[in-house]
């Protein structure tokens, strides 16, 4: 009996810790400026056939908000409206150069397009919210620590930008952007300002 007793203590312990490790993450994403999930599409994942490229639909996955939080559906995400999906890492130099390209897009374009990120085979949350937080991408961030978007959304280093409008690939971008200028192009042509 005393055996059980001090085993559900340990398990509740074990528990107990398991929560206070989420609740400390989404503090600390809290604190960082960035925002949870709460407004993505969450649910069931559809499971779609095919990979990205321009012109296809988004291919369906149901990834994680970064740090915890609700599994979102990226087809149903991306859906409706103009989304900017950036994969990126903290490991990643180019992502470093590309963050404040990204970051300026976001002030100017984040009326009229949704911006989520996506923190890509890396498995220390914090150092991706530390990462985001400095590098001003303050939108909701997914995380993908086991890199299952690899072969459907065919990446192949990052970071990766996808544009896509009402669920259909507009542009997708392999590499860092080049300019301010080449990145509000591609968002320009998305939401119908040039063709």
């Known amino acids: 009996m005393t055996r059980m007793r001090i085993l559900a203590a340990v398990m509740t312990v074990v528990m107990l810790a398991g929560c206070g490790s989420d609740a400390n993450i989404a503090h600390e994403r809290e604190e960082a400026g960035i925002p949870d999930c709460s407004r993505l599409s969450s649910g069931p994942v559809s499971k779609t056939e095919g990979t990205a490229a321009e012109g296809q639909p988004m291919p369906d996955v ?3 908000c970064l740090g915890e939080g609700p599994t979102i559906s990226m ?3 991306t859906s409706t409206g103009v989304t900017l999906v950036t994969v990126w ?23 009229q ?10 498995p220390d949350a914090s150092e991706a919210i530390s990462f985001a937080s400095e590098a001003g991408l303050t939108f909701p961030h997914l995380q993908d620590p086991d890199s299952t978007i ?10 990766v930008t996808f544009i896509v409008r009402d669920g259909t690939i507009i542009t997708h971008h392999n590499g860092q ?10 968002i320009e042509k998305a939401i119908g300002r040039t063709s």
């Not at 976001?106 to 009326?111: F, K, N, V």
């Open 89 to 111: 890492a903290s490991w990643c130099r180019p992502c470093h150069s590309e963050a404040p390209l990204i970051a300026h897009a976001y002030r100017r374009y984040h009326d």
């Open 62 to 64: 149901g990834l994680q």
């Open 150 to 159: 690899r072969g459907a959304w065919q990446i192949v280093g990052v970071p």
């Open 177 to 186: 952007w080049r300019s301010q200028q080449e990145l509000d192009s591609a």
């Open 113 to 122: 397009v949704t911006f989520l990120g996506v923190d890509y085979a890396e």
């Open 75 to 77: 087809a149903s995400t």
